[in-house]
Nanobody
Framework: QVQLVESGGGLVQPGGSLRLSCAAS????????MGWYRQAPGKQREMVAD???????NYADSVKGRFTFSRDNAKNTVYLQMNNLKPEDTAVYYC??????WGRGTQVTVSS
């Protein structure tokens, strides 16, 4: 069993930045896939960034160059640095572990 807890969401003005965190606990293998998805009101959940055991990260086209995924394996924590935020980034952001375990999400609202 793996538990995931996201944090770091909030209200930010367009052009601002936020850093999301996702702490994992439980029985974790040494290498694993984790990532971030988001879901805006009335829309399907969509991939934001996926990080794989080989170190590669896939980003959604809409966030490339603005968002950066990172991880601290010693802390079993992954991060999503979000810069130059836009109103269309408003959503609940979820982290996942191997697409099997999901956190409860953290709200990001970009508005002036």
């Amino acid at each position: 069993q793996v538990q995931l807890v996201e944090s770091g969401g909030g209200l930010v003005q367009p052009g601002g930045s936020l850093r999301l965190s996702c702490a994992a606990s439980g029985s974790l293998p040494r290498f694993y896939t984790m990532g971030w998805y988001r879901q805006a009101p009335g829309k399907q959940r969509e991939m934001v960034a996926d990080n794989f055991p080989d170190g590669t990260t896939n980003y959604a086209d809409s966030v490339k160059g603005r968002f950066t995924f990172s991880r601290d394996n010693a802390k079993n924590t992954v991060y999503l640095q979000m810069n130059n935020l836009k109103p269309e980034d408003t959503a609940v952001y979820y982290c996942h572990f191997r697409y099997t375990y999901w956190g409860r999400g953290t709200q990001v609202t970009v508005s002036s």
